[in-house]
């Protein structure tokens, strides 16, 4: 019997998940335990594996696609079992017919069978009539947009013939008519966007009425009707339009195109007819625009100006050379990493009420201690460690701190666990130690380093990322002296770390040089008042000018 596999939630705080990559095909034999796929989470990418076997029958998320928890990502069952039962409910295949208007047609008169006089026949629409509306081809398509119309108003369609050329979220399609007659209205312009469902065009015998057809055809939503003097004109246009967008010509010859390579060519102003297509029957494609290399053109004066005469040599204007280039831009795709912690963070900054105290610490006797500590054997022990251990024991004094904020109660966490913000290619990730007021300096460096590893590896497990009550964010190391964090929610607070920085500082009355480090706490107000972020600091500067004090 045919199991279906939904995407799975892999961490406390996924919503959706992006397919990686995708370890069998359609068709494969899987075995209990065998890794289906690698899927990009929040926080990590994590190797999926079967707990079914059998026959992959069916894949729901390509490689790439992103989907919400939930959503059928794989069907595995027996080799040719007949699946269409599971697949009801799930996106139209990108090759369905669009819907035909008679199902429209009747739901559309129950709709409107209580305010029509008996008597009368409301949403009929003629015999020999089709309303084409906006076809869904992609299972993620909302809306699509028309690139190319390749018919006019007025024109004969054929079964089979293309009528436009459609740009949905995935790639530009050509939409052929399953219907043969005339085209009588066109809804959606060249250029214009329209949600899927809304009427694209009508397609029946000439001369039929397209306002009565429009107006029987609604489905709870406006459609423009033009007037018949537009409609005539429409055709006119359309062409005027398509003459200059699709028949480019070069020795009065048509130059054949793709809309994507059309957008792509009007985007870097390069003319159509000087690429040379690589496609069908010499249609230009888009690699043939973005490997096209315009030759080098001089221009030769073909006289001398008038200004530039031996009687005008005054007069004569310089010439500047200006640069010369291209201009491009790159569309990224956002990983999954990249999207959560745009919405975490703006989450957190638009609804915890942030404000700033920042104190600087004489690093001295710090950087002093931590010479010795490293010159014991197998002994590794950086500044972060040190900050690390010195918040951890400074929340034990202020539990204020170490809270979350409820709608209805605040949380007073009995427990310490430090989050440390990692730099990742992909974005950033808070590994958690935990327990960190019970851990040693070295165990507090060990620690930072191992999961540090895995963060920037993408091996880090969700569970190890999980449950911090307070975040430390050091950018310290590339050379920036202070700075603010966005509080990582759920938390109180976060504390950015700052380079540390050889001054003139007075001592005991007296201009010396000293070693200081600016900090910053970013609190809550609404957990954390003014008076406790600053004792909070006061302890944390304590510990950190004295760091014999954190060995006791």
């Not at 494969?28 to 926080?43: P, Q, R, S, V, Y």
């Not at 029509?116 to 699509?144: C, F, H, K």
């Not at 015998?205 to 018949?228: E, I």
């Amino acid at each position: 019997m045919a199991i279906v596999i939904n995407m799975p939630r892999l961490s406390d705080t996924m919503e959706e998940g992006t397919v990686a990559t995708w370890l069998k095909n359609v068709g494969d034999k899987i075995e209990e335990g065998d890794i289906l796929a690698e899927i990009e989470t929040d926080k990590a990418t994590m190797e999926f594996e079967s707990f079914n076997e059998g026959t992959l029958l069916h894949i729901g998320v390509a490689e790439g696609d992103t989907a919400p928890v939930d959503v059928l990502l794989a069907i595995i069952g027996d080799e040719g079992e007949d699946i269409s039962g599971l697949l009801n409910g799930s996106a139209a295949p990108a090759e369905e017919k669009p819907a035909s208007p008679a199902g429209r047609e009747e739901s559309v008169a129950m709709e409107t069978s209580e305010a029509a006089p008996a008597n009368t026949e409301p949403n009929a629409i003629p015999e020999g009539v089709e309303v084409i509306t906006m076809p869904r081809l992609s299972d993620t398509m909302e809306e699509g947009t028309v690139a190319t119309w390749l018919k006019n108003v007025g024109d004969t369609v054929e079964e089979g013939d293309i009528l436009a050329e459609i740009e949905t979220d995935k790639a530009t399609m050509e939409f052929e008519s399953f219907y043969a007659g005339t085209l009588l209205y066109i809804g959606i312009q060249e250029g214009e966007s329209s949600p899927v469902d809304e009427v694209l065009a009508v397609i029946g015998p000439a001369g039929t009425d397209v306002d009565a057809v429009l107006k029987g055809s609604a489905k709870g939503t406006t459609v423009s009707t033009p007037s018949s003097e537009k409609t005539e004109a429409q055709p006119a246009e359309t062409k005027k339009e398509t003459a200059v967008e699709n028949k480019i010509t070069n020795d009065g010859q048509r130059i054949f195109a793709s809309p994507l390579a059309k957008k792509i060519a009007k985007d870097k102003g390069i003319n159509l007819a000087d690429i040379t297509g690589s496609g069908d029957h010499g249609r230009i494609v888009k690699k043939d625009v973005e490997n096209y290399q315009p030759s080098a053109q001089t221009h030769t004066p073909t006289g001398t100006p008038k200004e530039a005469s031996p009687s005008n040599a005054i007069a004569a204007s310089p010439i500047i050379n200006l640069p010369v280039g291209q201009e491009g831009n790159e569309a990224v795709k956002n990983s999954q990493m990249r999207k959560v912690i745009a919405k975490r963070l703006s989450e957190s900054k638009f609804t915890a009420p942030h404000y700033y105290l920042n104190i600087e610490v004489d690093m001295s006797n710090a950087m002093a201690s931590r010479k010795k500590i490293n010159d014991l054997p197998d002994t590794k022990v950086s500044y972060n460690d040190m900050v690390v251990k010195a918040c951890a024991m400074a929340l034990k004094k202020h539990p204020q701190v170490n809270t979350t904020w409820g709608d209805t109660e605040m949380m007073y966490h009995q427990h310490i666990h430090i989050g440390v913000a990692v730099a990742v290619p992909d974005g950033l990730m808070v590994p958690v130690l935990k327990f960190a007021d019970q851990m040693t300096l070295t165990q507090i460096g060990a620690s930072v380093k191992d999961l540090a590893g895995k963060a920037r590896n993408k091996k880090i497990a969700p569970n190890e990322m999980e449950g911090s009550t307070f975040t430390v964010s050091n950018l310290g190391m590339f050379g920036i002296v202070d700075f603010t964090s966005i509080i990582n929610q759920p938390n109180s607070a976060i504390l950015s770390v700052g380079a540390i920085v050889e001054k003139p500082v007075v001592r005991n009355g007296e201009i010396v040089v000293g070693n200081t480090m600016k900090v910053t706490l970013a609190c809550d107000h609404r957990t954390v008042d003014g008076a406790t972020g600053a004792q909070f600091l006061q302890t944390l500067r304590a510990y950190l000018e004295n760091p014999v004090t954190m060995l006791a």
